[in-house]
């Protein structure tokens, strides 16, 4: 089989098990969730075989011609999409199979496992997409699939709130990204990325400015970046498995995947509102976690604090520095850093997903983690996968994401020393709320009846979380060694910028400063005596301090519920009463103009009698009839 | 011209025409129903035939399926002259479609009368396929009357609430828009001194001896400001919520999903290739008006609605603002998108205004805030709900996308700011759709439904409501895959260079 129509394969195959599942086994849960997971299992397999087989390629047919205007669809595998692709089908197949055990009670099984197979149709597509054009499909595809996983128990308000919030946030973003895409498309006349990347960055100062910029704005919805971060959250009304395949490893990351595609477009000036987008976003999600009580939304905040991570590490690319012999040079290692910690963030935050699911389905049902605790002892297995995660993601040197986080504060430390601190900070930050979520869920005595019953899931449960926990464990071998697995991510791995000589012992000494620190504090606060069920600590000790990151965290939707109850809201209903009684009303049947006087003129003419305006017509014809043939 | 006996356009107008003439003649009621079936089917599977082959087929002058048929007024230049070319093929079709679906809903609809309801509506069928098969001028209008009249006394008779006013308000403005048009072509026809009606001659006509620069702009301007109200174009749109808030849902589909396309066709195939300099003083004003009035006030007032007619209605009038905003870009790319839009819009909104009466049959409300839930006795119809929302809203997969999309690319060459208003659309429809979809389907029931629901719980769609669901839903979904479909077609007449590039 080529590689081109495996990629097609790999690509359509979930597109026909979806549309199967919708059509003939919407009420044979087993059924469809055993086609489901052989699609992903084809994938993964595709994806490694794509991967690992060493070729790359491009191809593309057109599918829209009007005029002079061409549409094509094609595929652009290189190093960076086969990279995306092998972790879309890794993360992808164990929660399908985790969801297997996960959704084994629901009702609605058909439809759940159609849309995880929709959502890696699109997600899929975004990853293989030689143009923006293309991109834009898929994007909104997987925003599609999004909404529909989210609004999987639609019978719950909170769901069909979420689902609702999630597509439409979305849409703000990607009414940047439509126009930024339109934008390049005129002014660079093309769309192809590779076309585009041999160009490079040039043209009118304020347009080539304007372009990135947009289409970042579609990363930022799509990665939940400040402002649009606020649909991340509610989202987690979806099943757990959603969370952790979209809402934390692959979709949300497809903002910082499209940043990496579209890195020949960017300008300086560019480079630098997306890096303090990012870096913001990292420090006040992070500030956010420490506000919640559910294992999910902590998880959530911490996710949308690691994209911005990514963000961040994207947007310090080409930040110019200086080196020993006081040349300048452009440190191009955005790519390299960003997609990094994209690729341990993809396993260690899908384990951790996993994992709170493990968690909540042992629990059966409950989230708050403050109405947990000793579930290490009840639930060993989780308990270990997921200490693994919360090491991976605070930074335990060795584990993966010790790595990653390094690879980027050193890219910072190199190049922006503002950003820097930022971004060390949340790293603290990141150490204590996750150590606190950490020593809550787990340690202490049982602080409700469900967590004193709590039990393993099956083989189901386990076998993703054992998979995930080994990746999130040696992932950072990666980025040490681009020529890993034949140097087939050579092309994004060899970006990574690794810091030398003095840089290199700052960054050592700051990672290991800043697990001390972050250790030393949780531990402080949170240490299991200290944990009741009645709440958080910090509110019971420091009620100001814990209100104000409460009303931090409120601040952007109590903006937007404003804006959207009384100011658009109000327009909305203003408009409409013009409407009806202005236009409707005044304007047109008071016949201004030559319109109003053609109304009239006809209202006269059929006073109540439908059937007159035949005879006139009627009429009409024959006058017509006798002007044309010369009698008038 | 084909001597080809089997003329797939004289069978799809003149078949339901005879049907509904020999119920009008006293068939009894059982065997008008099943005569009925005809009717509606018979347009339909010669649309997909004019699909099927309209490709392989011979074109003269680009016209497919060329046919002449004496009148007896060939004297003055009317002639019936059936053709379809790569524009009016994809609206035949739609035509075709859209009728089966509306047929197959109404027979079943038990609406009083049912024997004239039906009688009314294969006239209108008939006119509609009449409409894009017609060449000459003179049926192109005489067909689209011929669908209107039966339009304005469905909604009259079989009318829901306010249906007189509402009538009666359709009646005034349409037949306003339907005069001033009229008025357009007569100019037309008068000014180029060609003493014929078919479009062919004019083009090569006026091609040769183009009309004076002003003259063009005045036709241009009767014509836009005709074919404008009778597609909605802001602020002469007021009658369209109301109409189709009070229409039967067989006449709302099909006024709606195709009549109103009339306009919108008006303006491709005549004023623009026939006035091209006439389009250029007016592109900005219809644009500001198609931006600002259709896409974002009525956008917005899309979002104050509750009634769910109400709000597909606005909807409705707001996507006539991207079509408007594509014709004013007067571009081949501008063109070719607003004819994918029609189509698309056609199929989507005849479908919502389907479904919406399926709601309605299970709710008796029309009222979105006493509704909630649905979706937990009703999946299926829930499921095509929300397929047709987002359709309608241009989800990618869906026909729609791609009209919208390419009259985005082709605005932005024609003003960067009127792009920046048109494209902030997609976030507006998002929030109505969605809020709309959430408000019927999901979260929990409202206390007056719920109860209404416990004394008889609302079934899912049955099989025989389904089909005519399923065939609107599958053609948006076959073109949003696969535009070709329908765009080859388009293609070639954008390539014979009678639009600008840019």
Request: proline share 0%.
């Given at each position: 089989m080529s590689p081109v129509s495996l990629a097609l394969l790999v690509l359509l195959l979930p597109l026909a098990a979806a549309g199967f599942i919708a059509c003939f086994l919407r009420r044979r849960g087993g059924a469809a969730s055993f086609l489901s997971i052989a699609v992903a299992a084809v994938i993964a397999v595709g994806a490694f075989a794509l991967a690992l087989g060493g070729n790359r390629f491009e191809a593309a047919t057109e599918w829209l011609r009007l005029g002079d205007f061409a549409f094509s669809l094609g595929f652009k595998f290189d190093d960076l999409a086969a990279l995306m692709l092998v972790i879309v089908g890794i993360v992808g197949l164990c929660v399908h199979v985790f969801s297997a055990g996960y959704m084994h009670d629901d009702a609605s099984r058909g439809r759940y496992f159609a849309g995880l197979s929709i959502f890696m149709f699109s997600m899929i597509g975004i990853v293989l997409a030689d143009n923006l054009f293309m991109m834009f499909i898929f994007w909104e595809l997987v925003g599609f699939s999004s909404w529909l996983l989210i609004n999987h128990?639609?019978?719950?308000p909170a769901a069909a709130a979420a689902s609702k919030k999630a597509f439409i946030t979305n849409r703000v973003g990607d009414f940047g990204f439509l126009l930024g895409i339109v934008m390049c498309y005129w002014l660079r006349g093309t769309v192809n990325l590779s076309e585009l990347g041999a160009q490079g960055a040039a043209g009118h100062a304020l347009f080539s400015r304007a372009i990135p910029l947009l289409l970042f704005c579609g990363a930022v919805g799509k990665s939940a970046q400040i402002p649009l971060h606020v649909w991340l959250p509610d989202a987690m009304e979806g099943p757990t498995p959603v969370s952790a395949l979209i809402?934390?490893?692959?979709m949300v990351a497809a903002g910082i995947y499209m940043l990496c595609r579209i890195?020949?477009?960017?300008?300086p000036d560019a480079l630098t509102v997306i890096l303090w987008v990012g870096a913001a976003t990292a420090l006040y999600a992070a500030l956010c976690a420490f506000t919640q009580r559910d294992i999910k939304k902590v998880l959530a905040y911490s996710t949308i604090s690691q994209l911005g991570y990514m963000v961040a590490a994207f947007g310090l690319g080409s930040v110019r520095g200086i080196d020993e012999r006081g040349e300048v040079v452009v440190v191009a290692a955005g790519v390299g850093a960003a997609m990094f910690h994209l690729t341990t963030h993809a396993f260690f935050k899908a384990l951790l997903f996993l994992g709170s699911g493990s968690v909540i389905h042992g629990c059966h049902g409950e989230q708050d983690v403050f109405r947990m605790g000793g579930l290490a002892s009840r639930m060993k297995f989780t308990f270990a996968t997921f200490t693994i995660g919360v090491g991976a993601i605070i930074g335990l040197p060795l584990l993966a994401g010790f790595y990653s986080k390094d690879a980027i504060l050193a890219l910072a430390y190199a190049n922006n020393r503002g950003a820097f601190a930022v971004l060390a900070l949340t790293a603290v930050l990141t150490g204590i709320y996750m150590l606190r979520l950490w020593l809550v869920t787990f340690f202490g005595a049982p602080r409700s009846e469900a967590a004193g019953a709590a039990h393993e899931g099956g083989f189901a449960l386990g076998a993703p979380l054992a998979v995930l926990a080994v990746l999130a464990a040696v992932g950072g071998y990666f980025g040490l060694h681009p020529g890993a697995f034949s140097g087939a991510f050579a092309g994004v791995f060899s970006l990574v910028h690794e810091a030398a000589g003095a840089a290199a012992t700052v960054i050592l000494a700051t990672s290991i400063g800043i697990l001390l620190a972050a250790a030393g504090i949780a531990f402080a606060v949170y240490r299991p005596a200290k944990v009741s069920a009645a709440g958080d600590a910090v509110e019971a000790s420091a009620p100001g301090l814990f209100a104000a990151l409460v009303a931090l965290k409120e601040s952007f939707d109590r903006v937007y519920d404003y804006y959207i109850r009384k100011i658009q809201q109000r327009l909305a209903m203003l408009l409409n009463f013009i409407d009806i009684i202005g236009l409707a009303g005044l304007l047109i049947r008071g016949g201004a103009g030559l319109v109003g006087m053609v109304g009239l003129g006809a209202r006269a003419l059929h006073v109540g009698k439908l059937s007159s305006y035949v005879y006139w017509f009627l009429a009409g014809v024959v006058v017509l009839w006798l002007f044309a043939s010369g009698v008038l | 011209m084909t001597t080809d006996p089997f003329d797939p356009l004289l069978i799809a107008i003149a078949a339901p025409l005879a049907v509904a003439l020999a119920i009008g003649l006293g068939l009894p009621k059982r065997w008008s129903v099943r005569l009925a079936y005809l009717g509606f089917a018979t347009p339909f599977l010669m649309a997909l035939h004019v699909w099927w082959h309209y490709s392989a087929v011979p074109k003269v002058h680009g016209y497919a399926f060329l046919t002449e048929h004496a009148t007896g007024l060939s004297g003055v230049g009317i002639t019936l002259e059936l053709g379809v070319n790569g524009i009016a093929m994809p609206l035949f079709v739609l035509a075709g479609l859209v009728g089966f679906a509306a047929g197959l809903c109404a027979i079943r609809?038990?609406?009083?009368?049912l024997k004239v309801y039906l009688m009314l509506l294969l006239v209108m069928l008939s006119g509609l396929m009449g409409t894009f098969a017609s060449v000459n001028l003179f049926f192109f209008y005489f067909f689209h009357e011929l669908a209107l009249i039966p339009t304005f006394i469905m909604v009259g008779v079989w009318g829901g609430r306010d249906r007189v006013y509402a009538a009666m308000k359709m009646t005034i403005y349409l037949t306003a828009g339907a005069m001033l048009s009229l008025l357009g072509l007569i100019a037309i026809y008068v000014k180029s001194g060609?003493?014929?009606?078919?479009m062919i001659a004019l083009r090569d006509i006026l091609a040769a001896h183009p009309l004076a620069s002003g003259s063009q702009a005045h036709i241009f301007g009767l014509l836009l400001f005709g074919f404008g109200i009778l597609v909605a174009l802001w602020p002469m749109h007021t009658w369209a919520p109301l109409g189709y808030g009070a229409a039967p849902t067989s006449t709302a589909m099909l006024h709606a999903g195709v009549l109103k396309k009339f306009g919108l066709y008006g303006l491709i195939q005549i004023a623009l290739p026939l006035l091209p300099a006439g389009a250029l003083p007016w592109g900005h004003l219809l644009a500001g008006l198609a931006v600002f009035?259709?896409?974002v006030v009525v956008g917005l007032i899309t979002l104050a609605q509750r009634d769910v007619k109400q709000m597909i209605g606005y909807s409705s009038v707001m996507h006539m603002g991207y079509a408007f905003l594509g014709i004013a870009c007067g571009t081949a790319l501008g063109v070719g998108g607003v004819v994918l839009l029609m189509v698309a819009h056609g199929l989507s909104v005849a479908l919502l205004f389907l479904l919406s009466t399926n709601i309605w049959q299970r709710t008796r409300t029309l009222d979105m805030d006493e509704m909630g839930g649905l979706a937990r006795q009703a999946p299926i119809l829930a499921a095509f709900f929300t397929a047709a929302t987002f359709a309608s809203i241009g989800l990618p997969g869906f026909a729609n996308f791609w009209g919208e999309f390419t009259i985005f690319v082709a605005a932005w060459k024609f003003s960067h700011c009127l792009t920046v208003f048109a494209v902030l659309g997609i976030v507006l429809s998002a929030v109505y759709g969605l809020r709309a979809a959430a408000r019927i389907f999901f979260g929990e029931p409202s206390v007056a439904f719920a109860r209404a629901a416990g004394d008889q719980p609302p079934t899912d769609l049955s099989w025989t409501e389904r089909l005519p669901a399923l065939i609107l839903l599958g053609a948006l979904l076959f073109v949003g895959f696969w535009p070709q479909s329908i765009s080859q077609s388009i293609q070639g007449v954008l390539q014979t260079g009678i639009y600008r590039t840019h």
């Open positions: 128990w639609f019978g719950k809402h934390a490893a692959t890195e020949v477009l960017m300008v | 609809s038990g609406a009083e009368r060609a003493r014929r009606f078919d009035g259709n896409i």
